[in-house]
Each structure stands twice: as C-alpha cells, then as structure tokens.
C-alpha cells in the first residue's frame, strides 16, 4: 500500500510545480520505447520481444538455447512494424506493433540447430538475433 502512495505523492507533486510555472501545460515528451529485463525463464514459452529495432533475449553473445518442445513467441512491443526472417529457410513473417508471432512448438518450425534471425525492415540497423534449437 506504501507504494502507490508514493506514486500519487509524486504525481501530486509535479503537477504542483507545473501549475507555478504559470505557461500553458505541454504534454509529456515521447520516450523511446520502454523496455522490461525479465530473465527468460526456462518453462513455458521462449519469448522474444522485438522493440527499438532489436531483438532482445536472442543477441548473439549469449548463445541462446531454446528447446524444440518449447513454444515460441516474437512479441512487437514496440511502434515500427518488424519482421522476423529466419537466414536459411523460407520463414519470413512481418509482425506488426502490439502484435505477435506465435509457434506452439519450436521444433514444428526449426529443428535443432543454429539459427540466425532478422528484420528484413532494421536489418540495415543491426536488427538480428541468433539463437540455437536443442533437442
Ligand atoms: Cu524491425
């Protein structure tokens, strides 16, 4: 209960020191896309969220293993339609803001193996993913 008083103690707050500059009220600026860190847990579905031109939980460095008998999931949490090909097959899905691919079982798409992803869109940005399908 502490913490959204808080919150309201600060909302408060701000609108306070709105109101003494006297000017008309701006509306907020526009953030970039905002981004939550969840450790990707090892049950249930494999998800990759796909925001600021980026995949995240599949960057290369981190050698992701994803399990054949896992679902898989690439969520667009963010503003720009994204794509996500994958190198080698003719898989190839756009997928547009707010919405998601959805593959109830990886290896019904990939089988085991080494996989690279991209957005045909952000390629030119970097907007790539690596990850390996396990049996
Ligand atoms: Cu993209």
Known sequence: MRRP???AGL???V??????????????????????????PSVGPFVVVAVDNHFHDIHPVDQTQI????????????????????VGTTISADIEPGTQL?????GDYL???????????????????DFIVTP
């Not at 020191?17 to 990707?40: N, T």
């Not at 991209?118 to 940005?125: A, G, I, M, P």
């Open 5 to 7: 008083t808080f919150v």
């Open 11 to 13: 909302t408060l707050a």
């Open 15 to 40: 609108a306070l020191v709105g109101s003494s500059c006297g000017g008309a009220a701006s509306p907020p600026p526009l953030g970039p896309d905002k981004v939550i860190y969840v450790p990707e």
């Open 67 to 86: 399990s054949q008998t896992r679902a898989f999931i690439v969520k667009n949490e963010g503003n720009n339609l994204h794509n996500f090909t994958v």
């Open 102 to 106: 959805a593959w109830a079982r990886m």
């Open 111 to 129: 089988k085991p193996g080494s996989y690279t992803v991209f957005c045909k869109y952000h390629v030119y940005l970097g907007m790539t993913g």
